[in-house]
Each structure stands twice: as C-alpha cells, then as structure tokens.
C-alpha cells in the first residue's frame, strides 16, 4: 500500500483563474509517483469546487496539520501566510498587473497615424471626357462590327 501524499490549499480570492490554475496543479501531482493517494486541504469552498475535486479522485482532510506541502494562490495585495508547520511552500502569483497608462501631452508621446488617403490624383478616371483629337466619335459600323 502506497503513503498518502497531504498537500494544503491556500487562496485569498477564488476566480476562475485560479480554479483552473489548482485543477492543473493537483492533476500534475497526481501524475508523480504516488499521487494517486492524494489528500488536500482546504478551507471551506465554494460546492461546485469540492464537486471538482471529488471528480479528480482527490480526498478532502479536514486537519491542516497533516500538509505539509502547501500551494498558496496569491491573487490579492495582501500577502498570504502559509501556517508554520509547511515545510515547503509552492507560491503562485496569480495577480492582474494592470500598466500605467502614458497620459503625456508631449508631441513626441504615442503613436501616430499613417497618413490616410491618396497623395497623387489618380491617373485613370472612368467618367473622364472623350479625347479633344477624337471628334466625332466611333463610327456606327466599327461599333456594330465589334459588338
């Protein structure tokens, strides 16, 4: 019979990100030798969470003690702790960094816009004039023998 692996949960906020960001993880704990006796902790979640993970084939424990391994999912300002008994702590930081936006009034700021429209007038015009050196036009035979 193979040991149990306990492993800890710890998230501030639970998005989906982060759902999916556990799911990945205890799917490649499970694929280490011995992770098919996998047991997590974690505090109380939301139903359809526990749902998931009863459908991995992971056990729930309800003692924080027995992980000593914990995977902490930061997605907030606040820094999260994991408990001192953790031997080793696996943090991941999951949170949205959002860029300054360049509000410079300078000139040189931004990007500029290629320039739009045509430069030169077009050389060939469809509705143009019939040639002053032509004057009377076509002949009526020409257009019968060429239609």
């Known amino acids: 019979m193979s040991k149990s692996q306990v492993i800890g949960l710890l998230w501030d906020v639970m998005t989906p990100q982060v759902e999916g960001k556990i799911v990945q993880d ?7 030798p011995g992770g098919s006796n996998l047991i997590v ?6 139903p359809s969470f526990r749902k998931l993970v009863m459908t991995l084939g992971i056990k729930r424990t309800p ?23 953790a031997t080793t702590v696996v943090e991941r930081d999951m949170r949205q960094r959002v860029a300054e936006p360049n ?5 040189d700021s931004g990007f500029y816009l290629a320039p739009q429209g045509r430069e030169i007038s077009p050389t060939l ?7 002053g050196w032509y004057p009377g036009g ?3 035979s020409i257009v019968w023998l060429w239609s």
Not at 26 to 32: D, E, G, M, S
Not at 41 to 46: G, I, L, Q, R, T
């Open 26 to 32: 205890l799917i490649a704990l499970q694929a280490q």
């Open 41 to 46: 902790y974690y505090e109380d979640a939301d």
């Open 63 to 85: 003692a924080a003690v027995l992980a000593h391994l914990w995977i902490v999912y930061q997605t907030g300002v606040q820094p999260l702790e994991a408990p001192e008994h």
């Open 103 to 107: 509000l410079s009034t300078q000139e």
């Open 125 to 131: 015009d469809l509705n143009r004039p019939m040639p």
């Open 138 to 140: 076509p002949n009526p």
